[in-house]
């Protein structure tokens, strides 16, 4: 007798999703493992979460320069 095997519920989609959208890529190896994605959908969440990333990353380094020039502008108005 041949039992089917079931997927673990960390493979299931809702969960892959909710990883991606807290974790982020690190969430991709989930993601490759789940037999419950087909591999164009996989390709696609790995495409457009690594583009999230990139440009998360990208906005956070353009926010920190932003707020050191005008830090430093406070601070040289700042006479004492």
């Known amino acids: 007798m041949t039992e089917e095997k079931k997927s673990k519920w960390f493979y299931d989609v ?3 999703i909710l990883m991606l ?8 190896p989930l993601l ?3 037999t419950k994605f087909s591999r164009v959908m996989k390709w696609t969440l790995t495409i457009l979460f690594v ?4 440009g998360a990353i990208w906005s ?8 050191w020039q005008r830090a ?3 601070q ?5």
């Open 60 to 67: 956070s380094i353009e926010m920190v320069k932003y707020i």
């Open 72 to 74: 430093q502008e406070i």
């Open 32 to 34: 490759w493992k789940s």
């Open 21 to 28: 959208l807290t974790i982020g890529p690190f969430a991709f």
């Open 14 to 16: 809702w969960f892959v």
């Open 51 to 54: 583009l999230l990333t990139v």
């Open 76 to 80: 040289a108005a700042v006479v004492f």
